[in-house]
């Protein structure tokens, strides 16, 4: 960017008036760079609903709607290590036989406390649980044992979620099974994922946990789903269909919505007014479906937040995220 003239107190002129207004012309229009949906384009063939696959490719791209994508990821990092600094490591536990099947445990202060467990989103292609631990402190400070799951991310798995949700279903599975070790109560056992994330915390709360893995049918006591995707029709037809394996058995399975006679637990969907129209959709359409199966959901609509605004809210107790898991351990 080039400097802009400087003028003398006292030393205005027209030349300089109009030198400096040149300046400015030239600098770069940031707020041009900074556009909130679809890239400009000629309007396509229909591809799901009103969206062309331009529009489609961005409704599932969070990127489009929120430019600032970059910023979220290092301060998720940054403010993940102060929470590390104030509360200490968390104790590290293998749930399976591959290095990435593990568990980072942010344990309550007090024994026989409610366990939270978190499922990171990234698109299925990136996130550790490292990177998200700054929610500890809401949940530590109120009495909670928060969890963070690490799994494999799909490019390592062949274009396959399943094997992503095999592993996350055998984290939680182990995390029931072991709760003693940290000093957790399995009769408050919640689950929560956000984004991609959520997707998989709603296959989660979803599983047939007693013909699957020998458990309590209704051994989940509740699930927060936030800014999810419920349905995998849509998401086969975008962008993400280049790099996830779609064929009809992955859609059926991993498709939560289909699978409501299975959901044993009350649920809280959330979204942010300012997430893209194709997680918007998802979120209301699953708590429609979930209404209309007559199981207990509690939808919450956030005003003005973005899809990374939504995720950071987890960590305040005054968020839409932060308050939601509250109030579904009634603890708000």
């Not at 990435?100 to 939270?116: C, H, K, Q, S, W």
């Not at 932060?322 to 708000?332: E, F, N, R, S, Y």
């Amino acid at each position: 960017m080039g400097d802009v003239p400087q003028v003398k107190p006292g030393a205005i002129t027209r030349r300089s008036l109009l030198s400096t207004a040149a300046a400015i012309a030239a600098t770069p229009a940031l707020a041009e760079e900074c556009r909130i949906g679809p890239p400009p384009h000629e309007k396509g063939a229909k591809v799901w609903m009103d969206m062309d696959q331009v529009e489609l490719d961005a409704a599932y791209d969070q990127s489009f709607y929120a430019p600032t994508i970059g910023q979220f990821r290092k301060r998720f990092a940054s403010i993940s290590e102060t929470t590390r600094k104030r509360l200490g490591a968390p104790r590290r536990f293998s749930y399976g036989p591959t290095p990435v099947e593990g568990l980072d445990v942010f344990p309550a202060r007090t024994p026989n406390a409610p366990i939270f467990v978190f499922i990171h989103g990234g698109r299925w292609l990136r996130g550790t649980a490292k990177g998200y631990a700054y929610p500890a402190d809401l949940f530590v400070n109120a009495g909670v044992n928060y969890v963070v799951l690490d799994f494999i991310h799909v490019d390592e798995a062949n274009g396959d979620i399943r094997v992503m949700a095999d592993q996350v279903r055998r984290g939680i599975a182990w995390l029931y099974k072991n709760a003693a070790a940290f000093g957790g109560d399995i009769k408050r056992f919640y689950v929560g994922g956000h984004s991609s994330g959520g997707h998989l915390a709603g296959v989660a709360v979803t599983t047939d946990w007693q013909k699957d893995f020998g458990l309590p049918a209704d051994m989940i006591s509740g699930g927060l789903l936030m800014s999810g995707l419920y349905d995998l029709k849509a998401v086969r037809l975008s962008a993400r269909g280049k790099y996830v394996k779609f064929d009809d058995g992955m859609e059926q399975s991993m498709s939560s919505i289909r699978h409501i006679d299975l959901l044993r637990a009350p649920i809280t969907v959330t979204y942010g007014t300012f997430e893209t129209p194709e997680f918007q959709r998802q979120s209301r359409d699953f708590a429609a479906a979930v209404k209309a199966a007559g199981k207990p959901v509690e939808l919450v609509e956030a005003p003005d937040f973005n899809h990374f605004e939504m995720c950071e809210s987890l960590g305040n107790p005054y968020g839409p995220n932060g308050l939601a898991a509250l109030k579904l351990m009634k603890l708000a």
